[in-house]
């Protein structure tokens, strides 16, 4: 069974950094992507960012290029949101999801497992 568990979500203030782990575990297939997304109040859930196992693949978001990156650590099959230079409308629930392939895309129905979400608050 695949389970994606993310942790590190919190309140920050405007200006700081958080760093959020997604863990991915019960792939019988060798290649598989992980995408971060999130969804503020009142605001449809978007994309932020894709990595796929082989490297392969991989995809960010052109308004958070440069605060936000996805590092990952294949030994532990886990990938991780280093947030940076946060705003107040970077509050939301941010999710890690999962599929099967090589590939990432951008829009969540393609998405199959997905973890329970943890809450980023930024206060101004």
């Known amino acids: 069974e695949v389970r994606v568990v993310e942790s590190g979500g919190g309140l920050v203030q405007a200006g700081g950094s958080l760093r959020l782990s997604c863990a991915a575990s019960?792939?019988?297939?060798?290649?598989?992507?992980i995408a971060w997304f999130r969804q503020a109040p009142g605001k449809e859930r978007e994309v932020i960012s894709c990595?796929?196992?082989?490297?392969?693949?991989?995809y960010s978001a052109d308004s958070l290029k440069g605060r936000f990156t996805i590092p990952s650590d294949n030994a532990k099959n886990t990938v991780y949101l280093q947030m940076n230079n946060l705003k107040p409308e970077d509050t939301a629930v941010y999710y890690c999801?999962?599929?099967?392939?090589?590939?990432?895309?951008?829009?969540?129905?393609?998405?199959?497992?997905w973890g329970q979400g943890t809450q980023v608050t930024v206060s101004s």
């Open positions: 019960g792939f019988t297939f060798s290649y598989y992507a």
């Open positions: 990595v796929s196992s082989n490297g392969a693949s991989s």
């Open positions: 999801a999962a599929r099967i392939g090589y590939l990432c895309m951008t829009v969540d129905r393609e998405y199959d497992y």
